[in-house]
């Protein structure tokens, strides 16, 4: 009988992930979009990059509270395994 080495998560956890990394997803393609439009913009060069290091604060902001849940949910994953092993 052949064994897999892929992780088994319990469904809840499983859907909470999958929401979580569809979630930094759409935050990931709405900064791709804004990225685009600015440099797209007529706006002059120095407020073009001062438009896009907002940008990039408000990107890392957005997303650190769903990183942090997904290094939550890892470590949750990694302490049962330990522990079943």
């Known amino acids: ?5 892929a992780p088994m998560y319990a469904p ?4 909470l992930l ?4 569809k979630t930094l997803a ?3 393609f709405e900064h791709e ?3 685009e ?3 797209e913009s007529r706006l002059p060069e120095a407020a073009k990059q001062d ?3 907002k940008l990039d604060e408000r990107y890392r902001e957005r997303r650190a509270p769903y990183e942090a849940e997904i290094a939550r949910l890892q470590e949750q994953v990694s302490e ?3 522990r079943a092993a």
């Not at 009988?1 to 080495?5: G, P």
């Not at 809840?12 to 859907?15: K, M, P, S």
């Not at 999958?18 to 990394?21: A, K």
Request: hydrophobic share 45%; no cysteine.
């Open 33 to 35: 979009r804004e990225v």
């Open 37 to 39: 439009r600015i440099a």
């Open 26 to 28: 759409e935050i990931a």
């Open 51 to 53: 438009r896009l290091r």
């Open 80 to 82: 049962t395994l330990r």
């Open 12 to 15: 809840d956890l499983l859907a």
């Open 1 to 5: 009988m052949e064994h897999s080495t």
């Open 18 to 21: 999958q929401s979580l990394l």
